[in-house]
């Protein structure tokens, strides 16, 4: 069984930076496909950012140009860089380990985006 752990959510204000993390356990993390997904207040889930094992990354359009998504194999670890963040971005963030067809997801970690 994967253990994923996210971590880096708070408060902050218009405009600030934050960074997520999130852990996975197991030796194959460099083959995993890593996601963050985030779900507002009386919303779906939606996929906000991806990378391949092959740290090719995708974003979803409202993201673009603000938010980073990286990975070190090394620490098992994938991380979520938000730059200039808006109201809108307040969501529990979530980390998805994607490998074939198993699927395995955190608890979550809150951002709130709030003068």
């Known amino acids: 069984q994967v253990q994923v752990v996210e971590s880096g959510g708070g408060l902050v204000q218009p405009g600030d930076s934050l960074r997520l993390s999130c852990a996975a356990s197991g030796s194959i993390f460099s083959y995993y496909t890593m996601d963050w997904y985030r779900q507002a207040p009386g919303k779906q889930r939606e996929l906000v950012a991806s990378i391949t094992s092959g740290s090719s990354t995708s974003y979803e359009d409202s993201v673009k140009g603000r938010f980073t998504i990286s990975r070190d194999n090394a620490k098992n670890t994938v991380y979520l860089q938000m730059n200039s963040l808006k109201p809108e971005d307040t969501a529990v963030y979530y980390c998805?380990?994607?490998?074939?067809?198993?699927?395995?997801w955190g608890q979550g970690t809150r951002v709130t985006v709030s003068s």
């Open positions: 998805r380990a994607l490998w074939g067809a198993r699927t395995y």
